[in-house]
C-alpha cells in the first residue's frame, strides 16, 4: 500500500476593481490596471446554497455596499482617485484536502520473474474544491469560481509482467 496525503488551508486572493488611478495611471499594454478598492465593510461569505459561489449574495448582487470605488474622469478615461485601502490577499478559498492511495501486489512466478497487479486510485475521497473566484469588482463573474482546483476521481487498474 502507498499514499499521499495533501491538506492546504485555501488560496489567497485580492479583490480589485477594474479602473486605473489618478495618481498611477493605466497600464497601456492591458488597457486598464486594476487597483484595489476601498473596504467599506466586511464582506459575508456564502454559506449555503452554490459552493462555486464565494460571498454572499447580498456582496455579489449590491458589491457596492460592501467595496468603494471612487471615481473621477481624467482626459475621457474613468481612474479611480487613490489607490483603495483593501489590503492583498485579504480573502481565502475554502480549505481542501487530497487522497491518492495505491495497492500493489507483487506474485512471484519464478526466482525472477513476477506479475504485479495494481490499483491506483486519484483523489480518491473525490473532494470538490474549487479555485479562486473572479476579483474584479462590478465584473459578471465577480465571487464566482469557475474553474476547480483537484480533478474528479479517477481509478486506474495494472497488470504487469516482470521478467
Not at 478598492?37 to 466586511?42: A, D, V, W, Y
Not at 454559506?47 to 475621457?76: C, K, R
Amino acid at each position: 500500500m502507498t499514499g499521499i496525503v495533501q491538506a492546504q488551508s485555501g488560496f489567497p486572493f485580492t479583490v480589485t476593481s477594474p479602473y486605473g488611478t489618478v495618481p498611477f495611471g493605466t497600464d497601456v499594454y492591458v488597457g486598464t490596471q486594476g487597483t484595489r478598492p476601498n473596504l467599506l465593510q466586511t464582506p459575508t461569505l456564502n454559506h449555503g446554497g452554490s459552493e462555486e459561489q464565494f460571498f454572499s449574495d447580498a456582496v455579489i448582487n449590491s458589491s457596492s455596499q460592501y467595496f468603494g470605488i471612487p471615481l473621477t474622469t481624467v482626459n475621457g478615461t474613468q481612474l479611480q482617485t487613490a489607490p483603495g485601502n483593501l489590503g492583498r490577499n485579504t480573502f481565502r478559498t475554502a480549505p481542501f484536502s487530497n487522497v491518492d492511495f495505491s495497492l500493489i501486489k507483487d506474485t512471484y512466478l519464478t526466482e525472477k520473474s513476477f506479475i504485479q497487479l495494481r490499483a491506483e486510485f486519484f483523489n480518491l475521497l473525490n473532494e470538490h474544491a474549487f479555485g479562486i473566484p473572479g476579483t474584479i469588482v462590478g465584473e459578471p463573474g465577480f465571487g464566482v469560481s469557475s474553474s476547480t482546483v483537484l480533478p474528479e476521481r479517477q481509478i486506474q487498474f495494472g497488470l504487469r509482467l516482470v521478467f
